[in-house]
């Protein structure tokens, strides 16, 4: 049997265990350094550490040091734990599908609905404009028990309408045969977002005809705010960034409401939450415990403090998907739908894996699109078990710090919004649209960087992908979209659009050659990373194979090649490199760059015009490389012509 001996150790034996640690910890790293332990920081296990895009720090250890105290049950203040003490663990969180989207008629889109439901579907995302009006939401729900299955609307400037014949349908529906209470699970929301759709250029209604429609005296279960959070991460927003500005604009909401007349608790009953999350797991059940934690932080300081349990709705975070490669969008939204179901949501919806490739674009049927993300969270459901326990991160000491952290972070935005003269005047003034502009460019800088990885887009892409069409890349009006959307991949994906019309114009697509010295052994790991650079900007890579002084022309001919790479290791740049480099000049080649740091080549006159290495501007150096590569090709195709 495991012995649990931390249990029984004081602070002090916790102190001197962990500086054990820390010591053990700095000697490795010195020896992998090739430098003294003296020669390290003094908290060397610092440089284990990492910095998240809100500026927080994830350390490489977390051990009961880090303890804190238990933040009450679930379903009770501050509701960290969760927001509904009625929780039912046999059904998990709703599994909430989107429809209304493509244009279906009314009975359609209802018989979608139905057969959704019969396979899992537990929740509904209903989309009300051009497609299905107010008057169809009679029809579209015939059939839908109201009592049991939570509706949010996305109406837009009709969000009036389609609230209060939603309204009207949930008073006069025919009750499931057996009869639920109304919780947290059962609650419908009209979805009217005037705040954060302002920012997002998104439709929606006017802000006092909401405040009067929530104040005239609403059932319960039924709530008319929707405080979208997704519409500052679509846009770019880190996670601290996007929950500050959420519960900025949910205080303006409450504000509102309380002016017109409802008390604080009242009020608080009127906002729901929509939360973006990603496939960095553990931020996303951070994120929406940390959520909780600051809205109940809210409510307690109005005095209504057990009516702050903030009620949210999981959206895979549409800015996370790509284009290219898209069926690795499937493992990303496994991932997020995890988190947002250890993190507590309380409805989670999972965007079809080809939800960023323009509809008339797209290989695969949207029942597959929709099978494939249903069942993504039934298997988390009923195969994984993850609904059968309430907050499973709970009481992990990194999950917990990650929390707090959040949170405080968060805070910060919020009062750094009040300060600003609260929601709508830090909107007025551009605060948030530059605070959101200044986290989407620290992200580019770390994805153009290749700092932060997207699996076949700028890590591993793969260039035989079918081609997606011009202009594909820049496309917003996606299911989920706003005008601010701003994908991860984009700026890579661009200059694959550029390659596949350079391919549909000229039969092949732009490419480099590589310069391979020495054996397979030495040269593999460089032309394998330069290679895969190349393809992440739709340039391909022609490897001849080990290359010498005297076979360089040949390769350079066959290949027709104005652009080539030197590719080997820092000894064989010392023995062959200046004679490799002659060469490939003498050849005609009239740019010669070298894989790895400028440093590698050996000392003289004639050095390389560049390198390839890690670290770059990947997005600047492949479209500079791009450019010189279709002006060389459309100067040969004039030359071509002209003779």
């Known amino acids: ?86 929780r039912d663990v046999t059904v998990g969180w709703r599994v909430t599908e989107r429809f209304g989207d493509s244009a279906q008629a009314p009975a359609a889109t209802n018989e979608a609905i139905l057969d959704a439901m019969g396979v899992g579907t537990s929740g509904l995302w209903l989309r009300v404009g051009d497609g299905i009006g107010a008057d169809d939401l009679a029809a579209v729900l015939a059939g839908v028990y109201l009592d049991l299955v939570p509706v949010t609307l996305d109406a837009g400037a009709h969000g009036i309408d389609a609230a209060r014949t939603l309204l009207a349908l949930r008073a006069e529906a025919a009750k499931a045969p057996q009869a ?26 006017d802000g006092a005809a909401a405040v009067a429609l929530a104040t005239q005296g609403l059932p319960a279960g039924v709530r008319t705010f929707r405080v979208d959070g997704t519409d500052f991460a679509t846009a770019g927003a880190d996670n601290a960034l996007e929950l500050g500005l959420s519960v900025a604009a949910a205080l303006a909401h409450l504000r509102e409401l309380t002016a017109a007349g409802l008390d604080a608790a009242a009020a608080l009953e009127q906002v729901t939450f929509g939360v ?110 993850l609904g059968r326990v309430l907050d499973p991160g709970g009481g992990s000491w990194f999950i917990e710090s990650l929390t707090d952290d959040l949170a405080a972070a968060a805070w910060s935005v919020f009062t750094e919004v009040e300060a600003a003269g609260g929601y709508r005047s830090a909107l007025d003034s551009g605060w948030i649209t530059d605070r959101v502009g200044a986290a989407l460019s620290r992200r ?11 699996t076949g887009v700028n890590e591993f892409p793969n260039l035989d992908e079918k081609p997606l069409g011009a202009g594909a890349a820049d496309a917003t009006d996606l299911v989920g979209g706003t005008p601010r959307l701003a994908r991860v991949g984009r700026p890579f994906e661009e200059l694959r659009d550029r390659s596949d019309a350079v391919l549909a114009a000229r039969g ?24 895969n650079l190349l393809a992440a900007g739709g340039i391909t890579a022609v490897n001849p194979g080990p290359l010498t002084a005297d076979n ?26 200046p004679a490799a480099l002659a060469a490939v000049r003498a050849a005609g080649v009239g740019q010669v760059l070298l894989a790895g740091p400028d440093k590698e080549w050996p000392a003289g006159d004639d050095r390389p015009d560049g390198s390839l290495r890690v670290g770059i501007d990947a997005v600047a150096v492949l479209t500079e490389l791009f450019d010189k590569l279709d002006d060389t090709a459309g100067a040969g195709a004039s030359a071509g012509a002209s003779s």
């Open 508 to 531: 092949v697509r732009p490419s480099v050659l590589l310069v391979p010295l020495g054996s397979v052994a030495e040269h593999n790991g460089r032309t394998t990373f330069v290679a």
């Open 444 to 454: 580019e800088v770390e994805v153009a960087h290749r700092r932060t990885s997207v």
């Open 180 to 205: 639920a209470p109304v919780t947290a699970a059962t609650t419908h929301s009209f979805g009217l977002s005037p705040l954060t759709a302002a920012f997002a250029g998104r439709d929606s209604v």
């Open 276 to 385: 973006s999350v990603d496939d960095d797991q553990f931020a996303a059940i951070a994120k929406l415990r940390a959520l909780r934690k600051v809205w109940a932080r809210v409510a307690d300081v109005v005095g209504a403090r057990e009516a702050g349990g903030a009620l949210t709705h999981a959206v895979t975070d549409l800015s996370m998907f790509s284009q290219r490669d898209p069926w690795v969008n499937m493992l990303r939204s496994t991932i997020a739908a995890f988190g947002a179901g250890v993190g507590g949501a309380d409805q989670v919806t999972v965007l079809g894996y080809d939800a960023a490739i323009p509809a008339d674009l797209r290989t695969s049927s949207a029942g597959f699109s929709r099978r494939i993300a249903r069942n993504t969270q039934l298997l988390l459901l009923e195969e994984s078990n």
């Open 1 to 86: 049997m495991p012995q649990h001996t931390d249990q029984q150790k004081s602070a002090a034996e916790l102190d001197d265990a962990h500086r054990a640690w820390s010591q053990a910890a700095a000697a490795v790293l010195a020896k992998s350094r090739r430098v003294t332990v003296e020669e390290l920081p003094a908290d060397a296990e610092s440089m284990l550490s990492t910095a998240t895009a809100d500026g927080l720090t994830v350390r490489p250890l977390y051990t009961r040091r880090d303890e804190s105290a238990e933040p009450g049950l679930p379903g009770h203040f501050p509701f960290v734990r969760g927001s509904d003490p009625q």
């Open 552 to 577: 360089i022309a040949s390769a350079v001919a066959d290949a027709s090649a104005t652009i080539a790479v030197l590719c080997g290791t820092k000894a064989r740049y010392g023995e062959d490199g």
